[in-house]
T-cell receptor, first 117, second 110 residues
Framework: DTGVSQDPRHKITKRGQNVTFRCDPI?????LYWYRQTLGQGPEFLTY????????KSRLLSDRFSAERPKGSFSTLEIQRTEQGDSAMYLC???????????????FGEGSWLTVV | GEDVEQSLFLSVREGDSSVINCTYT??????LYWYKQEPGAGLQLLTY?????DMKQDQRLTVLLNKKDKHLSLRIADTQTGDSAIYFC??????????FGRGTSLIVHP
């Protein structure tokens, strides 16, 4: 396994611009999660996919946030019309539902830092 | 929803044991994870415990679970300066979504 990969690692954008983050999960992991982490806080759940189905999206922070996983492999998280309050680290994680004996362990990527100026 | 509470800071001397405590509210939590986060980095999975266990040992790490009190702890034996980081417990319940609190900053001093 090469681990969960996120791109870009760092993004600086002007307020009002759109940004997109990409996550490549561990191969054959069918569950994929997005979290947001702000300074001094723990990760806050945003949304979750099982294969290509988005099973939970009610906690996306606003309608400016959207996520896709079109082929059940990589995923993208888009933030439209960014605001300064969107500055945070966006974390992606993946797991396999088919490995209960290993705790369906959830592995995180290194995160994508967003700074909105 | 699930609430997770941890002390914000813990300071220990190098070579001592560290005990990081966590309380949670969701009694349906099936797996409970411990993660480590170093500055500017993602989360590294340290260990996990099933809800039907009360203890798990993994090298220097010991996890204790009191399901009745919804209390989880992580003991790190022989704490080293490289263990300085933020530690998160993350219970996962029937929703399959791990929930995080604010984490505990472990400071190891010589």
């Amino acid at each position: 396994d090469t681990g969960v990969s996120q791109d870009p690692r760092h993004k600086i954008t002007k307020r009002g611009q759109n940004v997109t983050f990409r996550c490549d999960p561990i191969s054959e992991h069918n569950r994929l999660y997005w979290y947001r982490q702000t300074l001094g806080q723990g990760p806050e759940f945003l949304t979750y996919f099982q294969n290509e189905a988005q099973l939970e999206k009610s906690r996306l922070l606003s309608d400016r946030f959207s996520a896709e996983r079109p082929k059940g492999s990589f995923s993208t998280l888009e933030i439209q019309r960014t605001e300064q309050g969107d500055s945070a680290m966006y974390l992606c994680a993946s797991s396999s539902r088919d490995r209960p004996t290993s705790g369906n362990t959830i592995y995180f990527g290194e995160g994508s830092w967003l700074t909105v100026v | 929803g699930e609430d997770v509470e941890q002390s914000l800071f813990l300071s220990v001397r190098e070579g001592d044991s560290s005990v990081i405590n966590c309380t949670y509210t969701d009694s349906s939590s099936t797996y409970l994870y411990w993660y480590k986060q170093e500055p500017g980095a993602g989360l590294q999975l340290l260990t996990y415990i099933f809800s039907n266990m009360d203890m798990k040992q993994d090298q220097r790490l010991t996890v204790l679970l009191n399901k009745k009190d919804k209390h989880l702890s992580l003991r790190i034996a022989d704490t080293q300066t490289g263990d300085s980081a933020i530690y998160f417990c993350a219970p996962k319940g029937g929703s399959y979504i791990p929930t995080f609190g604010r984490g505990t900053s472990l400071i190891v001093h010589p």
